[in-house]
């Protein structure tokens, strides 16, 4: 068992650029869970999948961002047109689901919008 | 929604030194996790303790559910215990959402 990985680990873009963030959750896990957070808080719940369904959605999960797991195993976050008030760490967490709630986090993105 | 607050925000000690950390929530959990996020900004699961008592080695958590709250209990700390330890926890019918507290930073000093 590897763990929780995210791709890529660190990203630098330029305002109104898009982004794409990868994170492969444990094998056999069925949720997949986004937080984002900023220095010195603590994370904040973006969006979280049970497979492929996408069950829940903060309101910071704007219109311009995107989540997906298509087959239910690795999940994609994308962003459009970032802005600077984007940067941030993207963590991604799993948890085997099936009355399993204990949450288990990857080294997560850190995006810098310039 | 369900409020977290940690206390205290800060803590320095001496190598050695025991602590105690302590997390309370507005209103009744079903899923408190503690963490500790190392200076690289990885998240360790410490304990999952919606209740109870657990220890693992120098460490042990106890969640008070009927009081709203749970402690963590450092001994004997190492440098290499320093970092943000942030408490977590889910309310009502959403075992997922989690809520994270704000933290407490300890720093280990030789």
């Known amino acids: 068992d590897t763990g929780v990985s995210q791709n890529p680990r660190h990203k630098i873009t330029k305002r109104g650029q898009n982004v794409t963030f990868r994170c492969d959750p444990i094998?056999?896990?069925?949720?997949l869970y986004w937080y984002r957070q900023t220095l010195g808080q603590g994370p904040e719940f973006l969006t979280y999948f049970q497979n492929e369904a996408q069950l829940e959605k903060s309101r910071l999960l704007s219109d311009r961002f995107s989540a997906e797991r298509p087959k239910g195993s690795f999940s994609t976050l994308e962003i459009q047109r970032t802005e600077q008030g984007d940067s941030a760490m993207y963590l991604c967490?799993?948890?085997?689901?099936?009355?399993?709630?204990?949450?288990?986090f990857g080294p997560g993105t850190r995006l810098t919008v310039t | 929604g369900i409020q977290v607050e940690q206390s205290p925000p800060d803590l320095i000690l001496q190598e050695g030194a025991n602590s105690t950390l302590r997390c309370n929530f507005s209103d009744s959990v079903n899923n408190l996790q503690w963490f500790h996020q190392n200076p690289w900004g990885q998240l360790i699961n410490l304990f999952y303790i919606p209740s109870g008592t657990k220890q693992n080695g120098r460490l042990s958590a106890t969640t008070v559910a009927t009081e709203r709250y749970s402690l963590l209990y450092i001994s004997s700390s190492q440098t290499t215990d320093s970092g943000v330890y942030f408490c977590a926890v889910a309310a009502g019918t959403s075992y997922d959402k989690v809520i994270f507290g704000p933290g407490t930073s300890l720093s280990v000093i030789p």
């Open positions: 094998s056999e896990h069925n949720r």
């Open positions: 967490a799993s948890s085997p689901g099936q009355g399993l709630y204990e949450q288990y």
